[in-house]
């Protein structure tokens, strides 16, 4: 049995609260979140870390890290917080395609 | 011009070798080529599937936050935090591995997340329907939240492996066998060389026998 755990501005820890997620770590900075984020990186209970985009922006280098150490668990998946979704420069998804693929495709 | 493979005796016995090597890594190189076609299909299908997923969440996220706001609004942002303090939060996942053409990616099981108003644990009375609705919209929002990681996931993995096999097939094709073809050819050459060297060493030879008889 493993865990849900989320990383998010008091809005989004309230909301996931209130659907019944049990790890959640309230961060209203990067430098909290980052705690949090290696904290739950080391937990082997962990199956899903939720973080807001907002926050998973401060700290690429911090999850890069984790991407490239782990096997499957901790999958890090970023959501939009209240505010919705933030414009990026290179959008994620596109990026691994082009890195797959080696061309662009729509 | 490819470089001739290093420390190789120009005999007819490397030759042997050479072209069974050669063989082989064109074997390989036609098989990796088509694992790596097959993983391409597979990872362009499952890029669509995260687009999907990542739109879902996106919308029911968006509806529960006006949900949330809603229910601020009449409670106070106080209560409702402490309310979410107290629904019972007992939500576990099962995290299992899949096979995709050698690739393993997450396959994640989830009980049930969405609850009924019973089990969300807080009053009715002292509460408002905008919580019990914002309450509704987060769970149903961490369902196709859990889909897009594992989706999501599954296409990080699978582009990874694509890439490593992207580079075996080149290595394959554009050094190993032209370094292997180009050392075949180097070995027939140098092999046609010796032979005339002493066809005309024969010659030569000859020569200065009949010369010697003669004399």
Known sequence: MMHISIIGDPDTATGFKLAGVENVYEATDAASARDAMKELSNDENTAVIIITERLAEELRDTIGEIESKKDIAPIIVEIPDREGKIVREIDPLRELIKRAIGVEIE | ?????????????????????????????????????????????????????????????????????????????????????????????????????????????????????????????????????????????LVSIVKLAETEETAKKLAAEIEKTKRKVNALEYIIVPRLVATTKYITMRLEEMERESFCRLKKIKAVLQRREIE
Do not use: C
Request: charged content about 30%.
């Open chain 2, 1 to 141: 011009m490819a470089v001739v493979v290093e420390g190789v005796h120009p005999t007819r016995m490397e030759l042997l070798k050479l072209s069974r090597r050669t063989k082989l890594a064109e074997k390989g190189h036609e098989l990796l080529r088509e694992k790596r076609d097959a993983l391409i299909t597979e990872f362009l299908d499952v890029v669509e599937d995260v687009r999907g997923a990542r739109k879902n969440v996106e919308a029911k996220l968006e509806s529960a936050f006006r949900e949330l706001t809603i229910a601020q609004a009449i409670l106070g942002v106080n209560e409702v935090r402490q309310i979410s303090w107290i629904t019972p939060q007992e939500i576990f996942v099962d995290l299992d591995t899949r096979n995709i053409m050698g690739v393993k990616v997450p396959l994640i099981e989830t009980g049930d997340i969405t609850r009924s108003i019973m089990q969300r644990g807080y009053g009715f009375v002292d509460t408002s329907s905008a919580l019990d609705r914002a309450a509704k919209n987060f769970e149903e929002a």
